[in-house]
């Protein structure tokens, strides 16, 4: 459990390699799958969807292709 603008989130951490990633999960009020994004900041990569009234975000300094790969499995 985390906070992120004040509203609580499930906050996960997985490993891969010597990289952690964290993902964010709260409910969202859109109920359509939305398209990714993919952000880049402060030396970290981003990926945030929409999916089943969930919001996502995906976060690590892993290269975008690994991190990719990551949202796809976590996806199906």
């Not at 985390?2 to 609580?8: A, E, G, M, T």
């Not at 929409?50 to 300094?61: A, D, H, R």
């Amino acid at each position: 459990m985390d906070y992120l603008d004040n509203r609580p989130v499930a906050a996960l951490v997985y490993q891969r390699s010597q990289h952690f990633i964290n993902l964010f999960v709260w409910p969202s009020n859109d109920t359509v799958t939305a398209k990714e994004e993919q952000l880049a900041r402060q030396g970290y990569n981003l990926i945030h969807w929409n999916q089943s009234g969930m919001t996502y975000w995906l976060v690590s300094e892993l290269n975008l292709p690994e991190l990719e790969e990551c949202a796809r499995l976590l996806k199906q």
